[in-house]
C-alpha cells in the first residue's frame, strides 16, 4: 500500500481544513497510521478511504477549537507607532504552509485556493461545510463522492455547497507576482532601501506581524513605520528565499554573535510588481517545517 503519493493532495486537504502547519501535520500522519490498521482493499479503493479518515480526525480536531484567523479578522487596523500589544496563542492564527508539501497545483502561482486569506475565510464555515466546500470547489470531487465518504445524501451536500458558497467572503484574486520584482524586493529588504520597499507598496497593502494582533493598512502608514524602523542592513540580515501558500516567501534570520539565526518567515503577497501583503510570523518553529536551517555561520572575515 503506496500511501506517500496520496501525502501531498492530503495534505492540502487538511490544511486547508485546520488553518495550521502542526496540525496538518499531524492529522496527515494519524490518517497514515489508521490507514495501515484498518483498510481492507476488498472494502474499496484507498483515495477514498484516506479521505474519510482525514475528514474524521480533522473534525474531531475542529470540535470546540477555537477558529484560526488573520489579525484582519480580529482587530481595526492600528496607528503608525501604536504598542504592538500582547502576543496571542500560536493556536490563534492561520499559520503559512510549504509550497513544497502541498499538491503540485497549489505550488502554481496563479493558485488563489490556498492564499492565506483564503484559508482563513475558510475558518468562518462550519467544518463540515469547510469540508464540503474544499472537496468540490478546490478538488472536483462530485456530489455522490462526497455524500458517501460524508454518510450523507446528495442532496444535503449540495446544499451544504450551496450555503458555504454563499457564506465564504473570497480574497481579491492576485496577478501573478513578476519575478524582477521579488528579488528587487528582497534586494531592498535586505538593504533596508526603505525609497524602493515604499514605492513597491500597493495602495491598499497591508502587513501583519503574528503572534500581534497588530496590523496596518494603506502605503502610507506602512511608509511611516518603515521609515521608522531600526536600519538593518546587509551585515545583519539574512534571507533565504522558499515559498508559502503559493506565494514567495522567505526565512528572515538576524546576525547574532558569529552566526545568523531565525528571526521570522515572511511571506509576501505580489499581484504583478506591487506588494499587497506581508505576513511576518515571529516563529523560529516555522523555520523547521519549511526546512531551512536554524542557524548558519557569518562568513569568515579576511585580511585586506
Same mark, same amino acid.
Given at each position: 500500500?503506496?500511501?506517500?503519493?496520496?501525502?501531498?493532495?492530503? %495534505? =492540502?486537504?487538511?490544511?486547508? +481544513?485546520?488553518?495550521?502547519g502542526?496540525?496538518?501535520?499531524?492529522?496527515? !500522519?494519524e490518517?497514515?497510521?489508521?490507514?495501515?490498521r484498518?483498510?481492507?482493499?476488498?472494502?474499496?479503493p484507498?483515495?477514498?478511504w484516506?479521505?474519510r479518515?482525514a475528514?474524521?480526525?480533522?473534525l474531531?480536531m +475542529?470540535r470546540g477549537a477555537?477558529?484560526?484567523?488573520t489579525?484582519?479578522?480580529?482587530s481595526?487596523?492600528?496607528?503608525? =507607532?501604536?504598542p504592538?500589544g500582547?502576543?496571542?496563542?500560536?493556536?490563534?492564527w492561520v499559520?503559512?504552509?510549504p509550497?513544497?508539501?502541498?499538491?503540485?497545483?497549489a505550488q502554481?502561482e496563479?493558485?488563489?485556493?490556498?492564499? +492565506?486569506a483564503?484559508v482563513?475565510?475558510?475558518q468562518?464555515?462550519?467544518?463540515? !461545510?469547510?469540508?464540503?466546500?474544499?472537496?468540490?470547489?478546490?478538488l472536483?470531487?462530485?456530489?455522490?463522492e462526497?455524500a458517501d465518504?460524508l454518510d450523507?445524501t446528495?442532496?444535503s451536500?449540495?446544499?451544504?455547497?450551496q450555503r458555504?458558497?454563499?457564506? +465564504?467572503?473570497?480574497?481579491?484574486p492576485?496577478?501573478?507576482?513578476?519575478?524582477?520584482?521579488?528579488?528587487?524586493?528582497?534586494?531592498a529588504f535586505?538593504?533596508?532601501?526603505?525609497?524602493?520597499?515604499?514605492r513597491m507598496l500597493?495602495?491598499d /497593502?497591508?502587513?501583519t506581524?503574528p503572534?500581534f494582533?497588530?496590523?496596518?493598512?494603506?502605503a502610507?502608514d506602512?511608509?511611516?513605520v518603515?521609515?521608522? /524602523?531600526?536600519d538593518s542592513?546587509?551585515d545583519?540580515?539574512?534571507?533565504?528565499? %522558499?515559498?508559502?501558500?503559493? !506565494?514567495?516567501?522567505? =526565512? !528572515?534570520?538576524?546576525?547574532?554573535?558569529?552566526?545568523?539565526?531565525?528571526?521570522?518567515?515572511v511571506v509576501?503577497?505580489?499581484?504583478?510588481?506591487?506588494v499587497v501583503?506581508t505576513?511576518?510570523?515571529?516563529?523560529?518553529?516555522?523555520?523547521?517545517?519549511f526546512?531551512?536551517?536554524?542557524?548558519?555561520?557569518?562568513?569568515?572575515?579576511t585580511s585586506?
Amino acid at each position: 500500500m503506496d500511501l506517500e503519493e496520496h501525502r501531498p493532495r492530503l %495534505t =492540502g486537504y487538511c490544511y486547508r +481544513l485546520l488553518g495550521g502547519g502542526a496540525e496538518t501535520e499531524d492529522a496527515v !500522519q494519524e490518517t497514515f497510521v489508521r490507514a495501515w490498521r484498518t483498510h481492507d482493499p476488498e472494502r474499496g479503493p484507498l483515495t477514498p478511504w484516506l479521505y474519510r479518515l482525514a475528514t474524521t480526525i480533522c473534525l474531531d480536531m +475542529l470540535r470546540g477549537a477555537q477558529r484560526r484567523a488573520t489579525a484582519m479578522d480580529l482587530s481595526d487596523p492600528a496607528a503608525p =507607532g501604536s504598542p504592538l500589544g500582547a502576543p496571542l496563542p500560536g493556536s490563534t492564527w492561520v499559520g503559512p504552509f510549504p509550497d513544497a508539501r502541498l499538491e503540485p497545483a497549489a505550488q502554481a502561482e496563479t493558485r488563489e485556493d490556498v492564499r +492565506l486569506a483564503f484559508v482563513a475565510a475558510l475558518q468562518t464555515l462550519p467544518p463540515r !461545510q469547510r469540508a464540503v466546500l474544499i472537496l468540490r470547489d478546490v478538488l472536483c470531487w462530485r456530489a455522490a463522492e462526497v455524500a458517501d465518504l460524508l454518510d450523507t445524501t446528495t442532496a444535503s451536500v449540495n446544499s451544504a455547497l450551496q450555503r458555504a458558497r454563499a457564506g +465564504l467572503r473570497r480574497p481579491e484574486p492576485l496577478r501573478p507576482a513578476d519575478p524582477a520584482a521579488v528579488e528587487r524586493y528582497t534586494r531592498a529588504f535586505v538593504e533596508h532601501d526603505v525609497a524602493t520597499l515604499v514605492r513597491m507598496l500597493h495602495e491598499d /497593502a497591508t502587513t501583519t506581524m503574528p503572534p500581534f494582533a497588530w496590523w496596518l493598512r494603506g502605503a502610507a502608514d506602512i511608509a511611516a513605520v518603515v521609515a521608522n /524602523a531600526p536600519d538593518s542592513g546587509c551585515d545583519d540580515v539574512r534571507l533565504i528565499p %522558499t515559498r508559502a501558500n503559493g !506565494q514567495p516567501a522567505f =526565512g !528572515q534570520y538576524r546576525r547574532i554573535g558569529d552566526e545568523y539565526r531565525p528571526f521570522a518567515l515572511v511571506v509576501v503577497e505580489f499581484s504583478a510588481d506591487r506588494v499587497v501583503s506581508t505576513t511576518t510570523c515571529l516563529d523560529p518553529d516555522l523555520f523547521g517545517l519549511f526546512d531551512l536551517p536554524m542557524t548558519f555561520p557569518t562568513p569568515a572575515r579576511t585580511s585586506g
